[in-house]
């Protein structure tokens, strides 16, 4: 089995979202998570 490995980044936004980043390769996407409740 081999093993494979991601790139992904979490920040903190100013209005309480969270900004996160994800990348296979080449090819990254972008979601902002807004807290529940």
Do not use: A, N
Not at 8 to 24: A, F, N, P, Y
Request: hydrophobic share 30%; glycine share 14%.
């Amino acid at each position: 089995m081999e093993l494979k490995t991601y790139d992904s980044r979490l920040k903190r936004l100013g209005d309480g979202t969270l900004e996160v980043k994800g990348c296979i390769g080449p090819v990254c996407q972008t979601q902002i998570w807004k807290p529940v409740g």
